[in-house]
Nanobody, 125 residues
């Protein structure tokens, strides 16, 4: 059974930084794409950033490009999201997701089979 656990959320002022972490256990993913999604109240879940297994290749939503950085450690089976210059519109529950069937980064939530329970990020103005 795969367990996906996010951590690192919290309350921060606009312009501040947070680092989210995602730990995966129960299975070693050798080729999976991993991604962060977020969902604000009343809105659909949206892609934030993704990272492939090899190279690695990263992809970002336009709204976070230049502010967020995604990384992964394939040995430790972890992934991180460094968030800088946070804005109130970044407030959401952030989810770690795994797509074990793709070699390219897909931006729609339905492609991802494994999900964490989410961690709340709140940015005050």
């Amino acid at each position: 059974q795969v367990h996906v656990v996010e951590s690192g959320g919290g309350l921060v002022q606009a312009g501040g930084s947070l680092r989210l972490s995602c730990a995966i256990s129960g299975r070693a993913f050798n080729t999976a794409v991993m991604a962060w999604f977020r969902q604000a109240p009343g809105k659909e879940r949206e892609f934030v950033a993704g990272i492939s297994w090899s190279s690695p290749i990263m992809a970002y939503a336009d709204s976070v490009k230049g502010r967020f950085t995604i990384s992964r450690d394939n040995v430790k089976n972890t992934m991180s999201l460094q968030m800088n210059s946070l804005k109130p519109e970044d407030t959401a529950v952030y989810y770690c997701a795994i797509d074990s069937r793709a070699f390219t980064i897909r931006r729609f939530a339905g492609a991802y089979e494994y999900w964490g329970q989410g961690t709340q990020v709140t940015v005050s103005s």
